[in-house]
Nanobody
Framework: QVQLVESGGGLVQAGGSLRLSCVAS????????MGWYRQAPGKQRELVAV???????NYADSVKGRFTIARDNAKNTVYLQMNSLKPEDTAVYYC???????????????WGLGTQVTVSS
């Protein structure tokens, strides 16, 4: 089994910054892409940012230039640096990882339980 644990959420004023972390542990052979998604009340979960095992990145248009995703493969950890936060960034942020648990297994999606980010105006 694989577990993802997020940390770093909290309450911040508009214009402030937060850094989210997500550590993957368990039966991990390799991790392909890792990413962050978010879900605001009454809305669908949406992609925020993703980073591949080769460090290619992709961002939602709404966060480009403000958020930065990075990963530490040695620690099975992905980070999300969030700057210039806006009230509309308020959501539960979920970590996602596409993990292979053995050399002959295809990657499966694993999710963390989420961490709340609240941006006050």
């Amino acid at each position: 089994q694989v577990q993802l644990v997020e940390s770093g959420g909290g309450l911040v004023q508009a214009g402030g910054s937060l850094r989210l972390s997500c550590v993957a542990s368990g039966s991990i052979f390799s991790i392909n892409a890792m990413g962050w998604y978010r879900q605001a009340p009454g809305k669908q979960r949406e992609l925020v940012a993703v980073i591949t095992s080769g460090d290619s990145t992709n961002y939602a248009d709404s966060v480009k230039g403000r958020f930065t995703i990075a990963r530490d493969n040695a620690k099975n950890t992905v980070y999300l640096q969030m700057n210039s936060l806006k009230p509309e960034d308020t959501a539960v942020y979920y970590c996602n990882a596409k993990v292979r648990t053995a050399w002959n297994m295809r990657p499966y999606d694993y999710w963390g339980l989420g961490t709340q980010v609240t941006v006050s105006s």
